[in-house]
């Protein structure tokens, strides 16, 4: 039997791992900057965590999920975003109360989950990092989320950036434009796919996020969310706009932009770039908005939220695909030559040394020749190589070379043991 990874699932190997790690490591910089802490939730919740807030007309609910009944009976689902986790434990652990600072800032990375046709930048176990925001209604904190997602994008060297912002609106603003979409799309509907008919009474807007080129043709003429905004809804909208502008930050609006979870309104965005490597025009790697309503839908009180949540696979595919420069990680300093069976002991004490002085060391384990030992210090780039043959342990020495420079020392072996810096600072 060959066991084969899962269909969807990837392998993160070494080599690849590091550019996960470094677009990591940048984006936590990022998030602190900002203010953002981090929260670790579970990989799976109750079903209906994700039932109740994503929407039951969304396709992350009615075919994405992965969800199963446990053995003690428990409907559960491994989680296919991270915001619904976020609200649920932002509710039980009442992070709303007096003595937590407002607004509320986290971020978190991981694995997400999602039944859907593996492609390119599509998998079924793909990864996402996101911000939320909870605890205040002002546009500004909508344009700063929207900040952190550009400001990430620019510590990742991604430019051919196009933001696409709309606006939802509130509960008034919904109720009239879902009546006049279901006015314009009910002499239609014969024409619709299937899903759409079946959305066209629950939930009109999810028409407009079809993917279906025959839906699309409509959706193209449907009337503007723009158009039945209330006073409040569209003042709103006008501070975020005029916010963006003030800090330098350009947007187009996409008035039948409406985001494939239900739980927004007011402000929704995406961020798309246009590259080669995740297929033709435009493509979506980080989107968003705010959820005012969808901690009270987890039983919490009446808080706000706003954030997003950006995929790393289409990320890093970007990255790579546009030539960014990751840095080198696996850095080696020092790598010890032992010549002969003697030199086994003594020179696993002096990589374990080395490495208790904090220097990355290597040696041989292969019982390779003198010669292949070098050619793999050469290959891997090691910054000194040391070599203990015969003449170093009777003499107590061991001899440093300095691969960049070319100067060498024989040196104490009791130095290097104990003062490695104090030995190379002379052959720098
Ligand atoms: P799409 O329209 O591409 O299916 P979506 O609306 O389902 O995207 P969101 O739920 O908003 O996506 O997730 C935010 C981001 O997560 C996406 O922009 C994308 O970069 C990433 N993402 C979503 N689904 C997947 C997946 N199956 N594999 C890899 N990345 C994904
Ligand atoms: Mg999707």
């Known amino acids: 039997m060959r066991y084969q990874r899962p269909k969807g699932t990837a392998d993160i190997l070494p080599g690849e791992s590091q550019h996960w790690q470094y677009v990591e490591t940048v984006a936590r910089q990022v998030f602190n900057k900002y203010r953002f802490e981090e929260i670790r939730t ?14 039951d007309t969304s396709d992350i609910v009615t075919k994405e999920m992965y969800d199963f009944k446990d053995k003690g009976d428990r409907h559960i689902s491994l989680r296919p975003e991270g915001t619904a986790g976020v609200v649920r434990a932002f509710v039980e652990n009442k992070l709303y109360g007096p003595e937590v600072q407002k607004p509320f800032k986290t971020y978190y990375i991981g694995p997400m989950y999602r039944y859907e046709r593996p492609q390119s930048g599509r998998q079924r176990e793909f990864h ?35 933001l696409a912002i709309n606006t939802l609106g509130d509960k ?24 759409s008919q079946i959305r066209l009474h629950k939930n009109p807007l999810r028409v407009l996020d079809s993917k279906d080129k025959k839906d699309k043709q409509f959706v193209a003429d449907a009337p503007s969310i723009l158009d039945y905004l209330t006073p409040e809804a569209k003042a709103h ?32 965005f995406e961020i798309m770039v246009d590259s080669k490597a995740l297929g033709h025009g435009y493509t979506t790697v980080c989107a968003g908005g705010r959820y005012n309503g969808l901690v009270e839908e987890l039983g919490g009180p009446e808080v706000s939220g706003v954030g997003f949540g950006l995929g790393m696979e289409r990320l890093i595919l970007l990255m790579e695909a546009e030539g960014v420069k990751f840095p080198e990680e696996h850095h080696l300093d020092a790598y010890v030559v032992g010549i002969g069976d003697e030199a086994n002991a003594p020179t696993l004490k002096v990589v374990q040394a080395l490495r208790q002085q904090e220097y990355s060391a290597d040696r041989d384990y292969l019982a390779r020749k003198p010669k292949a030992q070098f050619k793999t210090a050469d290959r891997l780039s090691a910054a000194y190589t040391l070599t203990l043959g015969e003449k170093e342990l009777t003499t107590n020495t061991i001899h440093v070379k300095n691969m960049n420079s070319g100067n060498e020392v024989s040196a104490p072996l009791d130095d290097v043991m104990t003062d490695f810096a104090s030995v190379i600072k002379n052959i720098d």
């Not at 603003?173 to 899903?195: F, G, K, M, W």
């Open 42 to 55: 579970p990989l799976f919740e109750n079903f209906e965590v994700f039932s109740r807030t994503s929407g």
């Open 128 to 162: 996402q990092m996101g911000i939320e925001a909870f605890g205040s209604d002002e546009p500004a904190l909508d344009v700063e989320v929207i900040a952190v997602g550009m400001d990430l994008f620019k510590h990742f060297g991604i430019s051919n950036l196009r």
């Open 172 to 195: 008034e603003t919904r109720d009239n434009y879902r009546q006049a979409l279901i006015d314009y799309l009910e002499p239609h509907y014969d024409e619709l796919s299937e899903d």
């Open 237 to 268: 909208f006008d501070q975020v706009k005029s916010l963006l502008s003030a800090i330098g930050i350009d947007y187009v609006v996409d008035s039948t932009m409406v985001r494939g979870l239900d739980y927004y309104n007011h402000t929704i």
